[in-house]
């Protein structure tokens, strides 16, 4: 009765979490299966940044407490944002949840699981859950466990959690608590361990990466913390690459800008939220920047690496959003000509100060001011791939992809790449010619003439 199957929901951050609960949960003598019918043990790692999340992971959750009237000894947990958020009113919607845990609490999950699975073997009646979401500000540095599948060649790393910003429509200093950054070493020193294992490629991760340290290390020569973590981590002779989500664009001081330009491993692509191009709404979502700024940003690294490859997340129908504001982001969005994007219907989170805002946008039109971006998005990315068609990029090889047929990996744009491989190349960097793409994926043969850039 200790095969454990873990449902994640949401951004990276999580996946990283439930990798670290996964790699303590083996450590104590538990199976992670991959197969929800053949669980005794089931959890959920949730998201509360969006509605749809949620509804999501109770609806998922609601019918998997099925299996407690066929199995008594079966237990059932939410863990992460939601819990958080929700808290005990979450019984209310799921009475069988025996389990909560909290966005701080990840490393009790073990003990709490150990502490469940005796008293139903027992016979005992406990009520209805365990529940655990009390702040613990040293949390940070709890839950470091990582074990890595075979062939596994990235890998991210927790830098960061908890933010500061306070963004008008944002929940997640709820969830997840003020600002919090590892020692600088700790950190470093988990990369290079990662390394010796054969990861080539890291993604470092925060709520907002780029605060790293701010408060905590002095910024040194017109370098600020984060940058000299990148520094670091650079100088790890076996690592390949480095990649970090999610920054805030208020964090691109120069320092960070120039980096792209001097730190060979540092990835030429970059996840900017934009969230408005409307200089009003951005206020009104209490976003410390301007458009002006933004794009400015986004020139600014074009300059340093000319063939920079931009992500983003933008929010339509924020409350109060006229046709001129979206008009305004619509203009923004387009001249960037993003490579990719999370675009997201504004959803009232309750607790947050938006959700009390007069003039909430009409559903059908966050629709249909969605649809438009979409539209967007497809044709600049369309383009980008396009003008990737006869060049040779230089790609990561992760292994198969999902259907089985070819290998896949990344370009250094993080474009996905299928291409015919061997198990021997899992781990290299192959240079790979492009014959055809699609609008999100990359098509190619692997060659021995030349890397990226070659036609």
Do not use: W
């Amino acid at each position: 009765m200790n095969r454990v199957f873990i449902k994640t929901y949401g951004c990276q951050m999580n996946k990283r979490d439930s990798e670290a609960v996964a790699a303590m949960l083996r450590a104590r003598g538990y199976r992670i299966v991959q197969d929800e019918e053949a669980c005794d043990i089931m959890l959920f790692n949730t998201c509360s940044v969006r509605d749809m999340a949620e509804q999501k992971a109770i609806g998922k959750a609601g019918y998997a407490a099925k299996k407690k009237k066929r199995n008594p000894r079966f237990i059932l947990g939410i863990l992460g944002c939601m819990a958080q958020n929700r808290g005990a009113s979450l019984l209310d919607a799921l009475p069988d949840i025996d389990l909560i845990v909290g966005t701080q609490k990840f490393h009790q999950v073990p003990d709490h699981l150990d502490n469940l699975r005796a008293a139903k073997e027992s016979g005992m009646l406990i009520g209805n859950s365990i529940f655990d979401i009390a702040e613990e500000p040293d949390s940070q540095n709890a839950i470091r466990e990582q074990t890595l599948e075979e062939k596994q060649v990235t890998a991210f790393v927790s830098i960061q959690q908890g933010c500061n910003m306070q963004c008008t429509f944002c929940i997640v200093p709820k969830t997840r608590g003020d600002e919090r950054s590892r020692p600088i070493d700790e950190i470093v020193r988990e990369c290079e361990e990662l390394a010796d294992q054969g990861i080539k490629e890291i993604t470092l991760l925060g709520q907002i990466v780029t605060s790293y340290g701010r408060r905590d290390y002095k910024h040194t020569g017109g370098v600020t913390p984060f940058v000299q973590l990148l520094e670091r981590i650079n100088a790890i002779p076996s690592l390949q690459r480095i990649r970090f989500t999610s920054p805030h664009p208020r964090g691109f001081k120069q320092d960070l800008v120039e980096a792209y330009g001097r730190l060979e491993k540092l990835c030429e692509h970059v996840h900017l939220p934009l969230q408005s191009g409307s200089n009003r709404i951005l206020k009104l979502m209490n976003r410390p920047y301007s458009a002006e700024r933004y794009l400015q940003i986004a020139r600014e690294l074009q300059r340093v690496q000319p063939d920079m490859h931009f992500s983003t997340d933008v929010i339509v129908g924020f409350p109060g959003e006229t046709e001129e504001d979206f008009a305004r982001t619509k203009e923004l969005f387009e001249e960037i000509g993003y490579d990719m994007a999370y675009v997201f219907k504004y959803s009232i989170r309750s607790g947050t100060p938006s959700a009390e805002m007069d003039n909430q946008v009409p559903d059908e039109v966050k629709e249909e001011r969605n649809e438009q971006i979409l539209k967007i998005l497809q044709a600049s990315s369309k383009r980008r791939t396009a003008a990737l068609i006869g060049t040779t990029q230089e790609v990561l090889a992760e292994g198969p992809d999902k259907k089985g047929i070819r290998f896949m990996g990344r370009n250094r744009g993080n474009r996905v790449v299928h291409f015919d491989a061997t198990k021997r190349q899992i781990g290299e960097l192959v240079p790979v010619k492009i014959t055809h793409a699609t609008a999100t994926a990359l098509y190619g043969k692997l060659t021995l003439s030349g890397m990226a850039g070659d036609k």
